[in-house]
């Protein structure tokens, strides 16, 4: 029985794999093979579920595929079904159908055709391998990806300026929320010493008993899982990037922010539940977090006069209502709610176009002008300023940026000085010294080497800081992140004696191979176009659209997405980080939170968005 | 459907002196000029370059403004090559307009030379400094909350809680919150003291912005463009703040100085107190948006490129047109009696109906004119509490016909109400609505029905109410409006449109007057598929109020005085055709005498015949639809499409238009026209001095022309002139569509109603004489502009010769046909079956599905 949820894995896959080779022009084979699969899959879990039901729904657990071995790690695939995953995934099978179905026909010409539904596969395979996920190791991968689908989603159309602007802003949430997983499961190694399972985490005891040994950590470790779910589910105070993120067609937006994708949160919780269940502080926090979510995002619904964003809020509100039954134990209420809630919010968008039509007609009908209120009383006073800051939606956006971005950039604008050709050489003759330093590491005394790794670790954050706000060069943004990650790779190989130079190899081999690639296409580009920058957003997809796709990949092989080793590396790098490293994780952590968003930056600025050559037709900024 | 004829003001802007009055009317003359989508009327997207020449007008908006003025260069190549754009045509132009002796070195030009297309415009280069010095992006910190704070205080009904204050005006309103709450609009204490002033002017904000009042005009200019969308329609409502049925006060000025204040607010939160002004830190001299272009080779290469694209098409239609007449002219049909009589619009959609309904029915005829039958009225249904204006946008009408008697209800749909969208409400939603959405979507995707939800044609009046057409004496009115029409009034219209198009006489016992509507599922721009000539709106009040005028007996006898005799036998029945279901719908049957019941049953099949085999054509167009399928199959998909949800394309709208036609019937009997041709009944033997046809002239322009051209510009730049894919659309406050949540207003077409658009100017042919075709369309100066800046081409077919003569630079000159071969059809099935189907909605791809001229054999 359990040998059968690889297969749900499997078959979305499958498709994925299959629509890659099609001819754009296919329509009705690409659309085909989409909801195909999903069919296969969705009647599949239908009868399996049937029968999991009829032998008693057992939980299963299947320890599937070794990825890397050693005496002290060990990295696996594991698959695990409960009630939770039924639900989930029989949810998103019938939702991911039908609006794939209404795709055929909606998308009809489009000339992102067969992007839209190559990624709407990546996408459900990305959601199955979450739900069906019996670790977290499992479960980051499926959500790492699943953060890449939202991006390209949301900058489908690519030719215009506000998707790629909200792509990025919602990635660069997304990437917080992937960070705290890490750490997570960063933590969770120290505490557990191996790759725990959530079938393990059933066993209540055996929880409860670390929880006691562990405490701080256990809370640390919380925390970050709970920061990832109010992330993904858009709870506050992350919640303006989920309106923002419709930007696709109408029915991506139905299927990843309307249903499946805003419900991964409360999915996460539901899975962790066992685990902080009895730690009182974080379900205090989540109860929290549930009700100023549910109070906030209605307040700001009220008051959208748009139908997407009233529609995107009024759900995270609902959301909202869920943390709070998650952390009450109310699962099966949950579960109603948030399968209502997918389906009737999904409903909603897809035939929000419609809200002009028959509005007006009501209107029409049964308009009665609103009687003027009187101003100057307090209680009027209030509602104003009830009204004026729901309008503004309570600056959590600004105070995001405030509080999360711009230390970044400021720490990165005011090292700016170091950005020339002198710094590049400083910092490679230091990284030479560091390498040597790597080799007669016996040499070195102990004290002096604690400091060493350190040292190194937070040049590599400055040199991803750097790139971060680099302005003119692509290619010198990109060179400094490979010089960062190189950094990084020292650091945390200085620190441990015990490092394996296979380990090295396997992480330096995946950024090698994307290091190159990204300098390639950056040159080949600059011959082409002459002048590259990183001042606007250049749009150079228009006439290269296949440099696109090779720098696409090669950044995400850098971000260590699954199926390059440096995805293996990173995990590993981070199992040897010490837990009682706090500076390290520091440096490490902010490295690979920004690696990401510099890396994307870099594509989108120089592929993304209005082109800069009009001699076709281009978009106007605003749109 | 009209255009919005302004006042052209001089284009001349005074440089050193700044007036606040001048400039905001210059922005209102350029900024789009869409109404709210419920009001969606067609119009000339560049009306406000209409003074000058076509090609001058697109190349200097464009070098001003950045848009795309025609097809890139590539695209016209590509299509020389695929034969689309025909050889012997472009040589003639080519030669026309460069004279014999350069034309190898200009066709050389045309085809290989390569030339440097970029288009840097004008617009917003001055308030691009403050970024590239202060990398300041004052259109990322301003346009989100400026655009939720604008449709918020638009809004009609979408937010639950309305915008606190608005009776006063947008600023007056801002002014009344920011005084009366604990928040505040703007960051900074000096935006604030600023806002709190009373006399607060435009230039007083632009010298703290900007400084020198030289570069104050090019500044707003760039300011307003920067979100054209937006500013277009605070322009509109405040000319006609009648298109909002939630009344909102406002002003473009209000607009302006709000947008200026914040600017102040988020330039001294960056750049500290009392920030330097613009002008302290440009080089740039101070320039005329406005200036000359300078006429480039390129320019010259796109204009013989379109129009040799446009004459390879007309040239075709001309030539068939001729032989059909020269073809008919031979055989002298003997003069039957009509089995009946049919008035369709003008509306190109209807063109393919007619000529099924005439070769089912040899001895039917049908006529065309504008859809709302020369009967204006305001129309209030029973319970509404708003009128529905029924007839051309610029007419303002005095009259209202009221619905009564209204048996059936309304019917609502839960989906959309803001119950969900409340916490506790939207708590019992989820848990009951949603599962049952979930099954509403699995019914819509596989069994699509029509619901409250979707937009029915045959909704906007109830078949069973009655009208009130009869005025009871003249003292009966509402809100200034008389109700219902006087026998004098009722004469004048019904004897003008019987006039307007020949019909004077061998009247049919049934004449059908057919008005058309349109249904569609989940589109905002519904109302640009109904009757332009209704203000978008169906038109099925018109048809039935004058078929009640015209059987009236004391119309009849009046008539008669005039010298129309309607024999008492003829009836005249109305009816609405939806254009996009493919369905008709009779009204007041139950008039019908004995004989002409019978006869309706009889007709009602060659109705319904046509409509299978106008679907069987549209079908060929619509790439889920099998066109060789069983004909009652494809009226069946044609019928669930008007109803899906996710079907973006309802109906096809205007897409094909290129012609319009004015004439008798008899000339293009017979004729394939692929449903490209507007066509308005005209018989110049009962009008030799074009006394009606100045009448029949008039609308042409600005309803045809209008059309033409929105579709023409939305086509040659969708994203900046159009409104882009509709996939994304986001509605805002029901009055527009926007990207996303912070994105500006898009008005112009979606790229779905355009893609089957071949981007060519309107061709009208007139049958007639030269000199009363001139004399009529000089008659007035606005519709003369329409021809002699070249918006639309004309053409005279001369009634005695048959020569075709066209109007250039102010006289007719002769035209010879270069097509020879015209294409034959026998069985109008095989030709729809074997049409070809576009690959990919690339023009030199969507153009091959327009099939060429065919001559019925």
Redo the contacts between chains.
């Keep these: 029985m359990e040998q059968l949820l690889q297969l749900f894995i499997f078959i979305p896959l499958a498709g994925f794999i299959a629509s890659l080779f099609l001819k754009p022009t296919r329509e009705r084979l690409i659309s085909g093979v989409a909801y195909t699969s999903v069919a296969i899959q969705l009647s599949g879990i239908v009868l399996f579920i049937t029968y999991w039901l009829l032998i008693g729904s057992p939980v299963l657990n299947l320890k599937h595929f070794v990825f890397f071995k050693e005496d002290n790690i060990e990295i696996y695939l594991d698959f695990y079904f409960d009630k939770t995953t039924a639900v989930f995934s029989l949810l998103g099978a019938l939702v991911t159908f039908l609006v794939l179905i209404f795709s055929k026909y909606y998308l009809h010409r489009d000339s992102g055709f067969k992007r839209f539904f190559n990624t709407v596969l990546l996408f459900f395979f990305a959601f199955n391998i979450t739900i069906f996920a019996g670790n977290f190791e499992t479960l980051f991968l499926g959500w790492e990806v699943l953060g890449i689908t939202s991006f390209l989603l949301i900058a489908f159309y690519r030719d215009r300026y506000l998707p790629v602007k909200n792509a990025l802003k919602t990635i660069s949430l997304y990437r917080l929320g992937d960070i705290c997983l890490i750490l997570a499961i960063w933590t969770s190694h120290h505490i557990w010493h191996e790759n725990i399972t959530f079938f393990k985490l059933d066993n209540s005891q055996l929880v409860a008993s670390h929880i006691s040994d562990h405490y701080q950590s256990v809370i640390f470790l919380l925390s970050m899982i709970v920061i990832a779910a109010t992330i993904k589910s858009a709870q506050f105070p992350f919640s303006s990037w989920l309106p923002r993120a419709m930007e696709g067609p109408t029915t991506s937006s139905a299927v990843f922010y309307g249903s499946l994708a805003v419900h991964l949160g409360v999915f996460l919780l539901l899975r962790t539940f066992n685990y902080w269940e009895s730690v009182l502080p974080i379900k205090i926090a989540i109860i929290a977090i549930g009700i100023l979510t549910a109070v906030v995002a209605t307040m700001i619904a009220r008051v959208q006069s748009t139908v997407k964003t009233q529609i995107a809020y009024a759900s995270v509100a609902q959301i909202g209502l869920m943390f709070i039954e998650v952390a009450l134990g109310w699962h099966v209420l949950v579960l109603f709610h948030l399968s209502g809630n997918a389906l009737l919010r999904t409903y909603q968008l897809l035939v929000s176009p419609s809200v002009l039509g028959y509005m007006i007609h009501e209107q029409i009908f049964k308009f009665v002008p609103k009687p003027i209120k009187s101003s100057g009383s307090f209680a009027s006073k209030i509602s104003n300023t009830i009204y004026l800051h729901s309008i503004k939606e309570w600056n959590m956006d600004t105070c995001l940026k405030k509080l999360l971005w711009d230390p970044f950039k400021f720490i990165g604008k005011s090292l700016q000085f170091i950005s020339n050709k002198v710094g590049l050489v400083l910092f490679g003759i230091i990284f030479i010294t560091g390498l040597l330093l790597f080799y007669m590491d016996d040499l070195i005394p102990k004290p002096i080497d604690e400091y060493l790794h350190i040292t190194f670790a937070f040049l590599g954050m400055i040199l991803i800081l750097l790139s971060f706000v680099e302005k003119k060069s692509p290619l010198k943004a990109w060179v400094f992140i490979i010089l960062s990650q190189l950094y990084v790779v020292l650091s945390v190989a200085l620190l441990n004696d015990e490092y394996q130079f296979v380990e090295i190899l396997l992480y330096v081999c995946g950024l090698g191979v994307a290091a190159l690639l990204g300098i390639l296409v950056l040159k080949r580009l600059h011959r082409l176009e002459h002048d590259l920058s990183l001042q606007d957003f250049y749009g150079h997809i228009y006439h290269h659209p296949k440099l696109s796709i090779w720098f696409l990949i090669a950044c995400l092989a850098f971000v260590g997405l699954p199926f390059t080793p440096s995805f293996i590396g990173l995990d590993l790098m981070y199992s040897h980080i010490d837990h009682e490293e706090y500076v390290l994780v520091t440096f490490v952590t902010i490295s690979f939170l920004v690696l990401e968003l510099a890396v994307l930056r870099i594509y989108a600025r120089v592929f993304l968005g209005p082109h800069v050559k009009q001699t076709h037709a281009v978009s106007f900024r605003s749109t | 459907m009209q255009a919005q004829v302004l006042q052209q003001p001089t284009k001349k802007m005074s440089m050193p002196a700044f007036s606040e009055q001048h400039v905001l009317h210059e922005l209102k003359h350029y900024l789009p000029s869409q109404a709210p ?2 009001d969606f009327i067609h119009h000339n997207t560049l009306h406000a370059f209409q003074e000058t020449k076509f090609y001058d007008a697109i190349f200097k908006a464009s070098k001003i403004f ?1 848009f ?1 003025a025609t097809l ?1 260069l590539v695209d016209f190549r590509e299509l020389y090559k695929i034969g689309r754009i025909n050889e012997a045509i472009l040589d003639r132009i080519i030669i026309e307009k460069k004279g014999a002796e350069n034309s190898s070195l200009w066709k050389e030009n045309l085809i290989y030379k390569n030339y440097d ?5 004008r617009i917003g280069k001055l308030r691009a400094h403050w970024k590239s010095v202060h990398h300041i992006n004052l ?1 990322d910190l301003i ?1 989100p ?1 400026l655009f ?2 604008l ?2 205080y ?12 608005h ?1 006063e005006g947008f600023l007056a309103s801002m002014k ?2 920011e005084k ?6 703007f960051k900074t204490e000096r935006a604030r003291h600023i806002f709190k002033q009373e006399t607060t002017s435009i230039s007083d904000l632009l010298k703290i912005i900007v400084g020198d009042e030289r570069y104050f005009e090019q500044y707003l200019f760039d300011q307003q463009f ?4 937006w500013s277009g329609l605070v322009a509109v409502l405040e000319e006609r703040p009648d298109t909002l ?3 909102k006060k406002i002003e473009l000025k209000d607009l302006v100085i709000f947008e200026l204040i914040l600017e102040i607010d988020h330039l001294e939160n960056e750049l500290g107190r009392n920030f330097a002004p613009l002008c302290s830190f440009i080089s740039q001299e101070p320039y005329n948006l406005f200036d000359q272009v300078e006429s480039t080779e390129l320019q010259e290469v796109l204009k013989i490129w379109q129009d040799a694209f446009e004459w390879s098409y007309y040239d075709e239609i001309l030539a068939g047109i001729q032989q059909n007449i020269s073809i008919k002219s031979g055989n002298q049909y003997p003069k039957t009696e009509k089995s009946f009589q049919a008035f369709f619009c003008i509306d190109e959609r209807e063109c393919s109906i007619r000529s099924h309904i005439e070769s089912y029915d040899k001895n039917a005829e049908t006529f065309g004119c504008p859809g709302f039958f020369g009967v204006e009225f305001y129309f209030q ?1 029973e ?4 009128y529905d204006k029924l007839c051309p946008a610029p007419v303002t009408p005095k009259y209202l016909i009221k619905e009564y008697d209204v048996s059936e209800k ?1 019917k ?2 839960i ?2 109400s803001n119950y ?4 506790a409400s ?2 019992i ?7 049952w ?2 099954y ?3 019914k819509n ?1 596989f069994q699509p029905k029509m619901s ?4 029915n044609a045959f909704a906007h009046m109830n078949e069973q109410g009655k009208l009130t057409i009869h005025n009871k004496n003249i003292n009966d009115r509402e809100n200034g409006l008389q109700i219902g029409f006087t026998i004098e009034e009722m004469t004048n219209r019904v004897e003008g449109l019987l006039h307007g198009i020949g019909l004077l006489d061998n009247f049919a016992s049934i004449i059908y007057v057919v008005a058309h509507g349109s249904s569609s ?4 721009h ?1 109302g640009a598929h109904d009757c332009g000539a209704c203000s978008g709106r169906p038109g099925s009040v018109n048809s039935r109020v004058f078929s009640s005028m015209a059987n009236d007996a004391e119309v009849r006898k009046l008539l008669k005085i005039r010298g129309i005799d309607i024999p008492v036998s003829t009836q005249f029945v109305g009816a609405l055709h939806d254009t996009a279901a493919d369905e008709i719908e009779y009204y007041d049957l139950a008039i019908l005498n004995e004989i002409n019941a019978k006869k309706h049953i009889h007709n009602k099949l060659t109705f319904e015949n046509a409509l299978d085999l106008n679907a069987k054509e549209r079908s060929r167009r619509f ?2 639809i099998n066109t060789k399928a069983e004909i009652k199959k494809i009226r069946k998909a044609i019928k669930d499409r008007s109803v ?6 309802p109906e096809l709208g205007h897409g094909t238009n290129t012609l319009c036609i004015v004439g008798n019937r008899e000339m293009t009997r017979g004729v394939f026209l692929d449903r490209r041709a507007f066509l308005n009944s005209y018989d110049y033997k009962t009008d030799r001095d074009g006394k009606f046809l100045t009448g029949v002239m008039s609308p042409l322009g600005p309803v045809c022309g209008g059309i033409s051209l929105e579709y023409y510009f939305s086509r ?5 002139l159009g409104a ?11 009055y527009g569509v ?7 207003l ?1 008005p112009g077409l979606p790229w779905q109603m355009v ?1 089957v658009h071949d981007p060519l100017r309107l061709l009208v042919i007139v049958e007639h004489f030269p000199e009363i075709i001139l004399k009529s369309i000089q008659s007035s100066p606005a519709m003369y502009e329409w021809f002699i800046n070249e918006w639309v081409h004309l053409i005279s077919l001369n009634p005695d010769t048959n020569e075709f003569t066209y109007f250039n630079e102010g006289q007719f000159k002769p035209y010879q046909t270069l097509a020879k071969k015209i294409h034959f059809y026998k069985d109008v099935h095989s030709l729809l079956e074997n049409a070809k189907e576009m ?3 690339h023009i030199v791809h969507a153009t091959q599905e327009n099939l060429p001229v065919y001559l019925h054999n």
Excluded at chain 2, 644 to 649: A, T
């Design positions: 989508l419920k950045g795309q890139p297309e970029h288009n840097e415009q259109d346009q909350f939720r704070i449709s918020s638009l809004d009609q009904g979408i937010a639950i809680c309305d915008f606190p204050i009776e009344e919150i009366n709450s604990f928040a505040s609009f920067s979100h054209s969308g049925l939630s009344p249904a319970h509404a509490r708003f309304r609502h749909d989906f959309y969900t969208h409340q916490i939207g708590f939603s989820a848990l009951t609505f949603g599962f959405a979930g509403r979507l699995v995707l409250p939800a979707i937009s599922a989940n589109n905002p519904h790439a889920s899906s949800l996710f079907e973006p394309r040659v730049d969708n994203l900046k882009g894919t509709k996939l994304p659309h986001n509605v805002v406050g029901l926007t990207n996303s949540s912070d994105g500006d898009r893609e690959e990919t909605n």
